[in-house]
């Protein structure tokens, strides 16, 4: 094969690869950045998720609270219907003793 075939076909075939080469490299290098920005997104997240959690405990107790503030209610309008009126009723929770 003479060299004015062989050496265009070869600088075609090498400046093929060098521009796959640079394209794999450029993309890899985009991959990376938005896999980082995943993963920070992906932390924010969880930071929210664990706030929603840490409030929704707090709803939770304090939903459980006014339920037993409820049931005492009841218990003492249930005493007071019944003419056990005035009682030592004491609510449960906080220690306050209401009349």
């Known amino acids: 094969m003479p060299i004015e075939v062989w050496l265009p076909l070869f600088l075609t075939v090498l400046s093929a690869v060098v521009y796959s080469a640079r394209s794999l ?3 890899g290098a985009r991959a990376v950045e938005l896999l980082t920005q995943l993963k920070e997104k992906v932390s924010i997240c ?12 707090d709803v939770d107790r304090r939903l459980a609270e006014m339920e ?4 005492d209610l009841e218990h003492y309008l249930e005493l007071a219907s019944a003419g056990k009126y005035p009682h030592p009723y004491t609510p449960r929770g906080h220690g306050k003793r209401a009349a």
């Open 68 to 71: 037993q503030k409820v049931e």
């Open 46 to 57: 969880q930071v929210g998720i664990e706030a929603l959690r840490m409030v929704d405990t």
């Open 25 to 27: 490299a450029i993309q």
